[in-house]
C-alpha cells in the first residue's frame, strides 16, 4: 500500500503481484456482478468501492500488466474531504 498527499489531493494505492488483467478484464471490473472469481465472489466489491469513492468526490483507477499484477489507485481532492478539528 502507498499513500501520498500534495496540496489538493489525498492519493492511496493498493498493488498486488497476481496474476493481473488484460484490456477487456480492465474494461469490466468496475461494472455490477463482474467476477473473474466463478461462485467465489458476488461482482460487487470493485463496483460498491468505486460508488463510494465517487461519492466522496474521488476517483479510482486501474492499471495491470498480465502476468504481473494490478495497481488500484484511489485520488480524492482536499477540497471534498471533512477538515480537521
Known amino acids: 500500500m502507498f499513500v501520498d498527499e ?7 494505492e493498493v498493488a498486488d503481484t ?5 484490456y477487456q478484464i480492465k474494461g469490466k471490473v468496475f461494472t455490477t456482478f463482474f467476477t473473474t472469481k466463478g461462485l467465489g465472489g458476488t461482482g460487487l ?3 460498491v468501492t468505486r460508488k463510494i469513492v465517487q461519492e466522496h468526490g474521488g ?25 480537521p478539528t
Open 45 to 47: 466489491g470493485l463496483m
Open 6 to 12: 500534495t496540496d489538493a489531493t489525498l492519493v492511496f
Open 59 to 83: 476517483r479510482i483507477t486501474a492499471d495491470s500488466t498480465p502476468g504481473k499484477g494490478s495497481v488500484f489507485r484511489i485520488e480524492f481532492p482536499h477540497s471534498r474531504l471533512p477538515q
Open 18 to 22: 497476481g496474476c493481473g488483467m488484460d
